[in-house]
């Protein structure tokens, strides 16, 4: 059972970023929004801590590369930087107690990280031309506004869901 639980919610997680991307835009007050959901993202980290770091990174290469096929334009964005947020939250998370507050903290710090590190790479390659200020006001604060109201209302239904069929 253990085996295929854990890939088997990433996929599930991978369709419901797919369909709520479908929601993006939004339209309001004359302005486009641009919220971006990162659940799988958000799963993969869970997973790195609590369960297997060695599981997480395998499954954060394996969701990068769907991500990059099904999502980006450039192939590798989602691939190592899924790889490398999961291989930082371990290692925070050595330094720090798992504490539940802390976790959402370096969650949704990952999320802002995640978008910095995509945009970087869009900007660099010339794929982007909206400036800082358009970036941060419709579509980092929107994301993590929205991957903040996922996460309180998912995430506890995955831990359960998690500790129940992986022990």
Known sequence: MRFYVIPLIGVVLFYLDVLLTRLSPIHLFNETFIFVPRLTFLY????AVYKNPKVAIVLAIVTGIFTDIYFGGIYGIY???YAIFVIMMDKLFK???????M??????SSVVLLEIWV?????????SS????????????PTVIFNSICLVIIFPFILKLLERNTN
């Open 103 to 108: 976790m959402v903290i370096l969650l949704i």
């Open 95 to 101: 330094v720090f107690y798992r504490d539940i507050l």
């Open 119 to 127: 945009m970087i790479f869009y900007g660099f390659l010339g794929m």
């Open 79 to 81: 691939t190592f930087g």
């Open 130 to 141: 909206i400036n800082l200020g358009q970036i941060l006001f419709f579509r980092l604060i």
């Open 44 to 47: 993969l980290l869970i997973i």
